[in-house]
């Protein structure tokens, strides 16, 4: 069966879905968190909680606020994520004795010394990734960049003439 012919549908022509930025950053995004996959199975993380740990080992402690803001993932993602580790055994929560409203992240001894099994993983990644270093820097705060304009913009569609 052809496809449909895209012209039926109005006077006005979308740009390729393969032209598109969003869907470049989707499959994109999609590619690079499916290639950390067998790299993290066998340490028993997901992606998400990969970069939890990550943040935890440059850290050592941190509150649960401070893990959202860095790693922008709200409560609801983030609370049964910590939870699962702290069941893993990686991490412990507790509440901050100088303010009970504050919850306290910190690694447990065989939180810190998974770092020493996934210390591979960063480099495993780059050389699939496979660009220049100034090319993968330059990507990497161009990604940066758009991600500040997206979160300080409101998209709005403009009205037709």
Same mark, same amino acid.
């Given at each position: 069966?052809?496809?449909?012919?895209?012209?039926?549908?109005?006077?006005?022509?979308?740009?390729?879905?393969?032209?598109?930025?969003?869907?470049?950053? =989707?499959?994109?995004?999609?590619?690079? /968190?499916?290639? =950390?996959?067998?790299?993290?199975?066998?340490?028993?993380?997901?992606?998400?909680?990969?970069?939890?740990?990550?943040?935890?080992?440059?850290?050592?402690?941190?509150?649960?606020?401070?893990?959202?803001?860095?790693?922008?993932?709200?409560?609801? !993602?983030?609370? %049964?994520?910590?939870? @699962?580790?702290?069941?893993?055994?990686?991490?412990?929560?507790? &509440?901050?004795? *100088? #303010?009970?409203?504050? $919850?306290?992240?910190?690694?447990?001894?065989?939180?810190? +010394?998974? &770092?020493? @099994? +996934? @210390?591979? $993983?960063?480099?495993?990644?780059?050389?699939?990734? #496979?660009? %220049?270093? *100034?090319?993968?820097? +330059? /990507?990497?705060?161009?990604?940066?960049?758009?991600? /500040?304009? $997206?979160?300080?913009? *409101?998209?709005?569609? !403009?009205?037709?003439?």
């Amino acid at each position: 069966m052809p496809d449909r012919d895209p012209a039926q549908e109005g006077d006005f022509e979308l740009p390729r879905v393969d032209e598109q930025m969003c869907f470049a950053l =989707y499959a994109a995004s999609r590619a690079v /968190t499916n290639l =950390y996959r067998p790299l993290l199975d066998p340490l028993g993380l997901t992606y998400p909680q990969y970069l939890v740990m990550m943040l935890m080992w440059e850290r050592g402690e941190c509150s649960v606020k401070e893990i959202g803001a860095v790693l922008q993932l709200d409560y609801g !993602t983030l609370t %049964p994520l910590l939870k @699962r580790l702290e069941t893993n055994g990686l991490l412990r929560r507790e &509440r901050d004795p *100088e #303010d009970e409203r504050s $919850v306290r992240v910190t690694l447990t001894e065989e939180g810190a +010394a998974l &770092r020493e @099994r +996934a @210390r591979g $993983v960063p480099e495993a990644i780059g050389r699939v990734i #496979d660009l %220049p270093e *100034e090319e993968f820097e +330059a /990507t990497r705060l161009a990604l940066r960049r758009l991600t /500040t304009n $997206v979160l300080a913009g *409101e998209a709005r569609v !403009t009205e037709g003439p």
